[in-house]
C-alpha cells in the first residue's frame, strides 16, 4: 500500500501562484511514477501532469504546458505541481496518483493503483 497526502492548495487570484506537495509514504517511493489530475464540479477527472520514476520524464496536458510544472524528490518522498499564471478554469480538486515505475509518465488515470484524497484549488477572476 501507498498512502498519498496532498497539501498546498487554496484561493488565489488568476495570474497568481500556487505549489501542491504531495506526500508519499508506505513503499519505496522510487518505484512509482506519479502524476496529478484534477476535477472540477460537474466534470469528470482530468490528467494534468505526469514524472516518471527519476524525474527525466515528464508529461502534460496541453492547456497547461508552460504554466505548471512537476518535479519530485525521491530522497522527501514527495511529488511536487508548480503553478504560475492561474486561470479561473483552473479551479478544481488536485489529486496525487501512483502507478507502477514501469509505465513511465503515463496521463491514463486507469492505470494509476493509489490516490490521495485531493486539495482544493480555487482561482477566482
Known amino acids: 500500500q501507498v498512502q498519498l497526502v496532498e497539501s498546498g492548495g487554496g484561493l488565489v487570484q488568476a495570474g497568481g501562484s500556487l505549489r501542491l506537495s504531495c506526500a508519499a509514504s508506505?513503499?519505496?517511493?522510487?518505484?512509482?511514477?506519479m502524476g496529478w489530475f484534477r476535477q472540477a464540479p460537474g466534470k469528470g477527472r482530468e490528467f494534468v501532469a505526469a514524472?516518471?520514476?527519476?524525474?527525466?520524464?515528464?508529461y502534460y496536458l496541453d492547456s497547461v504546458k508552460g504554466r505548471f510544472t512537476i518535479s519530485r524528490d525521491n530522497a522527501k518522498n514527495t511529488v511536487y505541481l508548480h503553478m504560475n499564471s492561474l486561470k479561473p478554469e483552473d479551479t478544481a480538486v488536485y489529486y496525487c496518483?501512483?502507478?507502477?515505475?514501469?509505465?513511465?509518465?503515463?496521463?491514463?488515470?486507469?492505470?494509476?493503483?493509489?490516490w490521495g484524497q485531493g486539495t482544493q484549488v480555487t482561482v477566482s477572476s
Open positions: 508506505g513503499r519505496i517511493f522510487s518505484d512509482y511514477a
Open positions: 514524472i516518471n520514476w527519476s524525474g527525466a520524464s515528464t
Open positions: 496518483a501512483a502507478a507502477p515505475k514501469i509505465l513511465g509518465a503515463t496521463p491514463v488515470a486507469g492505470l494509476y493503483d493509489y
